[in-house]
């Protein structure tokens, strides 16, 4: 069964990209911490597998760009987010760590 088209991996984007941003996003102390396991069930970040987003378009760039700049305090849209997403998560992410954790989040939100 091919997946729709919309639900396609972007370009660029692998399987393995997937599965190691998915170990970075769940590891302890990372995105985890505010988004919940699987972005899911969050206390400080939303919920990343509705398919609706408020600060980026849904695009594999966009998330790329939001998790690499982070979110400032002034720019948070729900007060019950009390927490600044720092650049990165507040992690030092190589390039390619990014990439990757983008690609994971990119299939949260994107369900075949
Ligand atoms: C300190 C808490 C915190 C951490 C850690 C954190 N985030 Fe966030 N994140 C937020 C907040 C707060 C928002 C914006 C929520 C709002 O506007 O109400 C957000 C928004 C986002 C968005 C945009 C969602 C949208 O609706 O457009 C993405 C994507 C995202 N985070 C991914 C990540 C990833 C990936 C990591 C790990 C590298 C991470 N976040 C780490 C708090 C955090």
């Known amino acids: 069964m091919a997946a729709a088209p919309s639900n396609a991996l972007?370009?660029?984007?692998?399987?393995?990209m997937v599965s190691a941003g998915d170990s970075l996003f769940n590891a302890p102390r990372s995105?985890?911490?505010?988004?919940?396991k699987g972005g899911v069930d969050g206390?400080?970040?939303p919920n990343l597998t509705t398919g609706?987003?408020?600060h980026v378009d849904g695009s594999y760039a966009s998330i790329v760009h939001v998790i690499t700049v982070g979110i400032p305090k002034d720019s948070i849209k729900h007060a019950e987010h009390r927490f600044p997403m720092r650049p990165q998560g507040?992690?030092?992410y190589s390039d390619e760590q990014i990439a990757n954790?983008?690609?994971?989040?990119w299939t949260l939100g994107h369900h075949g």
């Open 10 to 16: 972007p370009a660029g984007v692998t399987a393995a």
């Open 90 to 92: 507040g992690h030092d």
């Open 101 to 105: 954790l983008a690609a994971y989040v």
């Open 43 to 45: 206390r400080n970040g």
């Open 52 to 54: 609706k987003y408020e």
């Open 31 to 36: 995105c985890n911490g505010c988004h919940g």
